[in-house]
């Protein structure tokens, strides 16, 4: 009932897109190559480049500001000091230490202390259990090999459906059960495992304190400043281009290049931003997470891309010509929107749950007395209306009215 009505939405844009797609004469790739093309069946409108596409990503997640990068640096240096402690101390079953350091690792020092006394906590537990089982069952294998299955559905199953201290206790049962019909022990690979794991777990959590402590509410604050900041500078970008001072000259004003590069960042900042709102929300000791708020900051970094894409079609065949007050209207309505984003940035504090002031939500569309001056004399001396200039402002106001609605 929930998911019915955005599935319907997204059927209805489907549709939208394939009509224009058709009446611009774009070749249209169906899932199953349908002779008919139907909207149902359409995947992209044109060919996909996996290949590009992938390596788009591994270059806009190369940073120290992607929570990607930092996840895997985080992953690689436990996993390391792992199998060093592992080998240096010959541990029985050493690959447990490293399986618990990978188990409890989080993204923050404290989501890591909590899961870590989680894992220590279950697998105690899970000792007791195993312990408990072999002692009434003895080195009876058919027993086991009974007890098995149900270890291993026991420890597949509970971590998600009832909690991680549940499901690493049932591992242990599990490991506990298996290792004893390959080479019977009896509990005493129990109290291997509780050491192993909490090294394991000694290990995350000094890479977690070491390693970014504040993990993704952190990195998320940064990541949502730098989307916002790119976003704007490629609108202001772009409307330079369009609209910006005639003395300047051609060579002097902003070329295509430059627009083209202000996309790329601004899109592989919200790339960023993007994926640590996901680790955010899954975070483990993350606290509140304010979804309206993220949301909003989302939808105005769309806006902006809108905006910045529109302005710069409209100025693919060279910066606009006459018309002098009009575009003096359109550069202050782009400091206004970069004003705007500023504040919005600044308000930002450690945390974007954390805001600093609260938000007036006004809105004040763009000047338009040199823009109807601009329509009203190009129509008496039978001129083309200055639509780019009109379209530049119905942007802009899209990006003002998106500014506005953010939530106090």
């Known amino acids: 009932d929930d998911e019915f009505p955005v599935r319907a939405m997204s059927l209805r844009v489907l549709a939208a897109a394939v009509d224009t797609a058709t009446h611009a004469g774009a070749t249209l790739v169906g899932v199953d190559a349908a002779d008919d093309h139907a909207p149902a069946d359409l995947r992209f409108l044109t060919a996909p480049l996996a290949g590009a596409s992938m390596l788009r990503t591994l270059v806009d997640h190369w940073s120290p500001s992607s929570v990607r990068f930092r996840a895997a640096l985080r992953a690689a240096i436990g996993l390391a000091l792992a199998v060093l402690i592992a080998k240096a101390f010959d541990l029985d079953h050493a690959f447990w230490v ?7 690792l989080r993204s923050n020092a404290l989501g890591t202390g909590v899961t870590g006394v989680q894992a220590v906590l279950g697998t105690a537990i899970g000792f007791a259990v195993a312990t408990l089982v072999i002692l009434v069952v003895g080195g009876d294998h058919n027993a086991l090999w009974v007890v098995l299955p149900i270890a291993v559905f026991a420890s597949a199953y509970t ?12 591992f242990t049962v599990f490991v506990v059960v298996l290792f004893n019909l390959l080479e019977p022990e009896g509990w005493k690979t129990g109290l291997v495992r509780v050491e192993d794991i909490a090294i394991g777990v000694g290990i995350s959590l000094v890479v977690g304190v070491l390693l970014w402590p504040r993990g993704a509410r952190a990195a998320a604050s940064g990541c949502f400043k730098v989307m916002l900041t790119d976003g704007t500078r490629l609108v202001t970008t772009a409307l330079d281009r369009l609209v910006g001072d005639e003395r300047l000259g051609s060579d002097e004003g902003r070329s295509g290049d430059e627009v083209a590069n202000a996309r790329i960042r601004a899109v592989a900042s919200r790339d960023r931003a993007i994926a640590a709102l996901e680790d955010l929300t899954v975070e483990r000791g993350g606290g509140r997470v304010d979804r309206e708020w993220w949301i909003a900051l989302l939808t105005v970094s769309g806006s902006l891309l809108l905006a910045g894409d ?53 809105f004040t569309p763009p ?30 106001t899209v990006v003002q ?3 506005a609605t953010l939530p106090a």
């Not at 971590?159 to 049932?170: D, K, L, N, T, Y």
């Not at 109807?372 to 802009?396: H, M, Q, S, Y």
């Open 98 to 104: 490293v399986l618990g350091t990978l188990s409890v």
């Open 159 to 170: 971590p998600g459906a009832i909690h991680f201290v549940v499901g690493q206790a049932s």
């Open 310 to 362: 529109g302005i710069e079609r409209l100025a693919a065949d060279g910066r606009f010509a006459g018309c002098a007050d009009a575009r003096a209207e359109l550069e202050q309505a782009g400091h206004d929107v970069d004003v705007a984003i500023r504040r919005v940035v600044d308000r930002l504090g450690s945390s974007p749950d954390q805001r600093d002031a609260p938000h007036a939500a006004t």
């Open 367 to 396: 000047a338009t007395d040199g823009l109807c001056a601009c329509v009203r004399e190009r129509a008496a001396n039978d001129v083309e209306p200055p639509i780019a200039l009109l379209w530049t402002r119905e942007f802009l």
């Open 401 to 403: 009215e998106r500014l």
